[in-house]
């Protein structure tokens, strides 16, 4: 009976450093891209992207002349407009191949964008000959004005005019009307225009709207300028992770955690740093195995007795992979004797989960660098304090390797001295469970034993027959 009761004891005894049921606040700082908004958008663009993928055109941008006519007030005036925006887009093709260097000087002579609203004019450039000899009174009438005849007097412009190119462009419905506009005529006479027109990557943002009206904001013109320094917000933060074990099955226990994050001291929700999971891990190594909602590797937190020659593999969801942590050094904390665990590494290449939470592109490369303490009672493998700063940076040889996120977390004040008091609470356990008690339980089990045997032994001498 005794010793049932002590295995029963010490089978308590083994789950109380595994007793995952746990409430913790971490505080710190989380830095943040100031215009994270602008800078989703602009990956999300795939104009911009390609964009940036071609150095030539991104030299072009940078030109003063490019980008008087792409940030100027006259690109503003005709995006403003979408219905002017979009008859633009639709005829770039035919203006690439038409606006030659004659045609732009052209369109300099307010008389000749007057005369191509006409429709008349049309019918003159397709067949100047046939229009000379034509009888029809509109075209005789068109013919007889002065604008008309010094035009036809002008062999060069006439040819220009009258290429399959111009014709191309003028047969597009409406777009004389659109030539009519100032804003328009001003972006056309820009000295940039024909190196614009000339390249296909820039022609595509010419087409693009959306993407222009990026590149004019004048957030971009600072970040293109100099990507290296982008701008971090710090945001003070405070996460509650709450823990409760559901399910016990056997080697394996599947708890709920919910991680809620909010702005330190504000209790403004941070929804896109918050989080629900269920955790599959194994009862007795705290590692964590399949049955989860998320594909975790590595170990949920520290084993009972842990070996300063043994290296951890700590799950470290800010990369959604495990990093080894490492015996450095024991600290004496509150009284309580613990080990200090570093992990250090960098040049983590981040998977998509991660960037997920900040709204990256997954195929954006990114890489991450992890500096993590923890400070750990041995004895019962019960973290009591936890010490982390987590980069991201974006790879770009264009731009080198530019932070795009910092985070520094450590556990509250409060966290802290809940976790000690559980820890020498777990130690007190262990010694009246793992040395005094059983030894004294054992003691009087034999005591017992004893006195029942001897009097079992003087019964049976009672009912014995005489010699």
């Known amino acids: 009976m005794f010793a049932g009761i002590w295995l029963s004891s010490f089978s308590d005894f083994k789950k109380i450093p595994t007793d995952y049921s746990q409430t913790v606040d971490f505080q710190g700082t989380y830095s943040v891209l100031e215009e994270r908004e602008l800078i989703q958008e602009l990956l999300s663009s795939p104009s911009i992207n390609t964009l940036l993928a071609n150095p030539p055109s991104i030299v072009l941008l940078a030109d003063p002349q490019t980008r008087s006519l792409l940030f100027g007030d006259d690109i503003r005036s005709v995006l403003s407009r979408p219905e002017l925006a979009s008859r633009l887009a639709s005829d770039l093709p035919a203006l690439s191949q038409a606006l030659t260097p004659e045609i732009l000087a052209a369109l300099a002579n307010p008389a000749v964008v007057q005369l191509m609203a006409n429709p008349v004019f049309m019918t003159v450039l397709a067949d100047p000959g046939a229009a000379l000899r034509s009888t029809d009174p509109e075209v005789r009438q068109f013919l007889a004005s002065r604008q008309v005849r010094g035009l036809l007097g002008d062999p060069a412009l006439l040819q220009a005019l009258t290429s399959p190119a111009v014709g191309q462009l003028f047969a597009s419905p409406g777009f004389a009307a659109v030539l009519s506009d100032p804003a328009v005529l001003n972006l056309l006479r820009n ?15 010419l087409g693009d709207p959306a993407a222009l009206a990026l590149l004019t904001d004048p957030r971009t013109v600072k970040l293109l300028s100099d990507p290296s320094e982008l701008s971090l917000r710090q945001i003070p933060v405070n996460f509650h992770r709450v823990r409760n074990a559901v399910s016990n099955d056997g080697d394996r226990i599947l708890l709920n955690q919910t991680f809620d994050a909010s702005v330190l001291g504000g209790g403004q929700p941070l929804d896109q740093f918050s989080s629900t999971a269920v955790l599959a891990v194994d009862r007795a190594s705290r590692e964590y195995i399949n049955g989860g909602t998320e594909a975790r590797r590595g170990r949920f937190a520290f084993p009972a007795d842990v070996s300063k020659n043994e290296k951890y ?51 954006l490369p990114m890489v991450s660098d992890v500096a993590l303490t923890t400070w750990t009672e041995p004895k019962t493998g019960i973290t009591v304090d936890v010490d982390s700063e987590i980069e991201y940076r974006v790879i770009d040889p264009d731009i080198g390797s530019p932070v795009v996120f910092n985070g520094q977390i450590h556990y509250s004040g409060e966290s802290v001295k809940d976790s000690i008091d559980d820890a020498k609470d777990g130690k007190r356990l262990i010694f009246w469970l793992g040395g005094v008690l059983p030894w004294s339980v054992m003691s009087l089990g034999f005591l017992v034993l004893s006195t029942a045997l001897i009097a079992w032994g003087r019964r049976q001498q009672d009912v014995l027959p005489e010699a």
Do not use: C, Q
């Open 191 to 205: 000295p940039a225009t024909g190196a614009v027109l000339g390249d296909p990557v820039v022609m595509n943002l």
């Open 313 to 363: 593999d700590l799950w470290v969801h800010e990369v959604f992979e495990p990093v080894r942590a490492e015996y450095n050094r024991t600290e004496v904390r509150d009284g309580l004797e613990t080990w200090v665990f570093e992990s250090n590494r960098t040049g983590i290449v981040l998977r998509e989960e991660p960037k997920r939470s900040f709204g990256i592109p997954a195929d």
